[in-house]
T-cell receptor, first 112, second 115 residues
Framework: NAGVTQTPKFRVLKTGQSMTLLCAQD?????MYWYRQDPGMGLRLIHY???????AKGEVPDGYNVSRLKKQNFLLGLESAAPSQTSVYFC???????????FGQGTRLTVV | DQQVKQNSPSLSVQEGRISILNCDYT??????FLWYKKYPAEGPTFLIS???IKDKNEDGRFTVFLNKSAKHLSLHIVPSQPGDSAVYFC??????????????WGLGTSLGVNP
């Protein structure tokens, strides 16, 4: 009963490095989302996807790219990491719209 | 501009008592509201929701009340248990352009239930 799985759980990057965060869901959900959580800022939507092959920008998309080549996977890329991208990243999925989303356990990213 | 406000960053209650977590919103177009619970080092988990056509929804020890005229909702936990200690997020949803729903999150309230 995996649900939503994020890899990796922790990562430290140097400024300017790139990386990809992987999100996988096994619930056949159409919608997938990437959020970041920062102290005092709540959860902010970075990008989302309403189905395989589609992506859309959320509230804070700058500095990130995403891809949804397969329905079960949603990848978040940082091309050139900056200290401002130090955060906890959560992936989520839902059957349709935002009625009830299931979250992964989070990825703690530190950019030094 | 915070459209969904949880004005109490933290709340402390005694085990067995009622916990009341509050949430205010500014956009009258929100038509669906959700509460999520989050433990440290875990992702949020869905707790309970309510549609704007209702004013109350119950699920076991958890009840959500919606007052549309006041743009206010609250989550009641009765009786509170130590395992309820977590951060509770209120979220509000509306139908965005193109029928993609938009979800706006509050900043969360940290609930501590003391044995």
């Amino acid at each position: 009963n995996a649900g939503v799985t994020q890899t990796p759980k922790f990562r430290v990057l140097k400024t300017g490095q790139s990386m990809t965060l992987l999100c996988a869901q096994d619930m056949n959900h159409e919608y997938m989302y990437w959020y970041r959580q920062d102290p005092g800022m709540g959860l902010r939507l970075i990008h989302y996807s309403v189905g395989e092959g589609t992506t859309a920008k959320g509230e804070v998309p700058d500095g990130y790219n995403v891809s949804r080549l397969k329905k079960q996977n949603f990848l978040l890329g940082l091309e050139s990491a900056a200290p401002s991208q130090t955060s906890v990243y959560f992936c989520a999925s839902s059957y349709g719209g935002y009625t009830e989303a299931f979250f992964g356990q989070g990825t703690r990213l530190t950019v030094v | 501009d915070q459209q969904v406000k949880q004005n109490s960053p933290s709340l402390s209650v005694q085990e067995g008592r009622i916990s009341i977590l509050n949430c205010d919103y500014t956009n009258s177009m929100f038509d669906y509201f959700l509460w999520y619970k989050k433990y440290p080092a875990e992702g949020p988990t869905f707790l309970i929701s309510i549609s704007s056509i209702k004013d109350k929804n119950e699920d076991g020890r958890f009840t959500v009340f919606l007052n549309k005229s006041a743009k206010h909702l609250s989550l009641h936990i009765v009786p509170s248990q130590p395992g309820d200690s977590a951060v509770y997020f209120c979220a509000a949803s509306l139908d965005n352009a193109g029928n993609n729903r938009k979800l706006i999150w509050g900043l969360g309230t940290s609930l501590g239930v003391n044995p």
